[in-house]
């Protein structure tokens, strides 16, 4: 069965520092996609970034970086130099396949990042 | 902004009732995807339609339906309402087989 595990309910850092939100996944498809997104307090999904299950190359966007690993099933998010404005509720993301495409996303149960100044 | 919208923004309503939500996705995403996010069950896929037509279904309840126009606009139908439906009710927008970018959510109170 498809499924995804934030173990980190909650994390609270001060700003600058760096923190790993954690993200493992199940899913008997051979190639799928992973996501993350982020929820601020204002409530809106904003979508941060798909990986394809071919590339294992860690992703690097600014003060964001995701370390993705097939053997360990994980797909961990790092912010680094944390501020406050990355205070939020991450989700980390796996699409069902149906038909041959991508369809409806299994999110994790949200890790709430509160960043204090 | 995700080029997503959803209308009304809140809802307050009372058991009982029926309400109806309504989606435009991004320009030229045929598939639209409903989700619900309460405190007890997380994020939760609805329904998906793509093109028109309904394409998966997830976790929804009879109570509650959806539909997709021929202008793409999406709207899902509650009714016999309960207190334990208050939820923020996001839609999704893609092409079929890519990224999801969601609406900013309704959020549905029911006293």
């Known amino acids: 069965a498809q499924k995804v595990t934030q173990a980190q309910t909650e994390i609270s850092v001060v700003e600058k520092e760096d923190v790993t939100l954690d993200c493992v996944y199940e899913?008997?498809?051979?190639?799928?996609?992973l996501f993350w997104y982020k929820q601020p307090p204002s409530g809106e999904l904003v979508f941060l970034i798909r990986?394809?299950?071919?590339?294992?190359q860690n992703e690097i966007s600014g003060r964001y970086s995701w370390n993705f690993q097939k053997s360990t099933s994980s797909f961990n998010f790092t912010i680094t130099a944390s501020q406050v404005v990355d205070s939020a509720v991450y989700f980390c993301?796996?699409?069902?396949?149906?038909?041959?495409?991508?369809?409806?996303?299994?999110f994790g149960k949200g890790t709430k990042l509160s960043v204090k100044p | 902004d995700s080029g997503v919208t959803q209308t009304p923004k809140h809802l307050i309503t009372a058991t009982g009732q029926r309400v109806t939500l309504r989606c435009s996705p991004r320009?030229?995403?045929?598939?639209v995807y409903w989700y619900q996010q309460s405190l007890d069950q997380g994020l939760q896929f609805l329904i998906q339609?793509?093109?028109?037509?309904?394409?998966a279904k997830g976790n929804i309840l009879e109570r509650f339906s959806a539909q997709q126009f021929p202008d793409l606009h999406s709207e899902l139908n509650l009714s016999s309402l309960e207190l334990g439906d208050s939820a923020l009710y996001f839609c999704?927008?893609?092409?079929?087989?890519?990224?999801?970018?969601f609406g900013p959510g309704t959020r549905l109170t029911v006293l």
């Open positions: 999704a927008s893609s092409p079929l087989g890519d990224e999801q970018f």
């Open positions: 899913t008997r498809d051979t190639t799928y996609y």
């Open positions: 990986r394809n299950s071919f590339d294992e």
């Open positions: 993301a796996l699409p069902l396949f149906y038909g041959g495409s991508q369809g409806n996303l299994i």
């Open positions: 320009s030229g995403d045929l598939s």
């Open positions: 339609y793509y093109n028109g037509e309904e394409r």
